[in-house]
T-cell receptor, first 116, second 114 residues
Framework: GAVVSQHPSRVICKSGTSVKIECRSL??????MFWYRQFPKQSLMLMAT?????????EQGVEKDKFLINHASLTLSTLTVTSAHPEDSSFYIC????????????FGSGTRLTVV | AQSVTQPDIHITVSEGASLELRCNYS??????LFWYVQSPGQGLQLLLK??????LVQGIKGFEAEFKRSQSSFNLRKPSVHWSDAAEYFC????????????FGKGTKLTVNP
């Protein structure tokens, strides 16, 4: 079946630095990728939708200059948290959708970001 | 815009007991409905989904869910819970057409007692 690899699974960074999270579709071409943020014991909040080769569409309230999304190829999307602060600490999850089945998402295993 | 309510934050059942997790949605048309399961520190795994047709949907791991339009509900059920079912369960709703964004409920944490 479809597999999405998300890396790293955990990262600790210092306040003010930037962190890049990768989301790769291993065995299919992901035309659309979604980035979610999950606070402890909360639901997933959609941050942005990215389509290969075009600019990401951000949800209301999400700072596009802080959360940079690049979907340069059909198998890779990256989320860069720039100038990270402790309040950016969270669990970030990507999902990828290939062509064909509607809502045929596959989720990555998530990245736990801790900013100290 | 669509929304999802999962009324129960935390449910505890005994192993072997039956389970029902509640989900209510709000959407102006026929929604696409999903149930996902998440183990601690992990991503989400799809249990089942409803798009159209038979309102009783069978999923993986022995789960099923029933779409009831009159009640705007999509409750998840399992006749006999196993200890390995302990996890967080999320109901989600999607709109037909458009960007295929999912809106998730806040989740229900399931604890299974031996």
């Amino acid at each position: 079946g479809a597999v999405v690899s998300q890396h790293p699974s955990r990262v600790i960074c210092k306040s003010g630095t930037s962190v890049k999270i990768e989301c790769r579709s291993l065995d299919f071409q992901a035309t659309t990728m979604f980035w979610y943020r999950q606070f402890p014991k909360q639901s997933l909040m959609l941050m942005a939708t990215s389509n290969e080769g075009s600019k990401a569409t951000y949800e209301q309230g999400v700072e596009k200059d802080k959360f940079l999304i690049n979907h340069a190829s059909l198998t890779l999307s990256t989320l860069t948290v720039t100038s990270a602060h402790p309040e950016d600490s969270s669990f970030y999850i990507c999902s990828a959708r290939g062509g064909g089945e509607v809502y045929g998402y596959t989720f990555g295993s998530g990245t736990r970001l801790t900013v100290v | 815009a669509q929304s999802v309510t999962q009324p129960d934050i935390h449910i505890t059942v005994s192993e072997g007991a039956s389970l029902e997790l509640r989900c209510n949605y709000s959407y102006g048309a026929t929604p696409y409905l999903f149930w996902y399961v998440q183990s601690p520190g992990q991503g989400l795994q799809l249990l089942l989904k409803y798009f159209s047709g038979d309102t009783l949907v069978q999923g993986i791991k022995g789960f099923e869910a029933e779409f009831k339009r009159s009640q705007s509900s999509f409750n998840l059920r399992k006749p006999s819970v196993h200890w390995s079912d302990a996890a967080e369960y999320f109901c989600a709703v999607g709109a037909q057409g458009g960007s295929e964004k999912l809106v998730f409920g806040k989740g229900t944490k399931l604890t299974v007692n031996p």
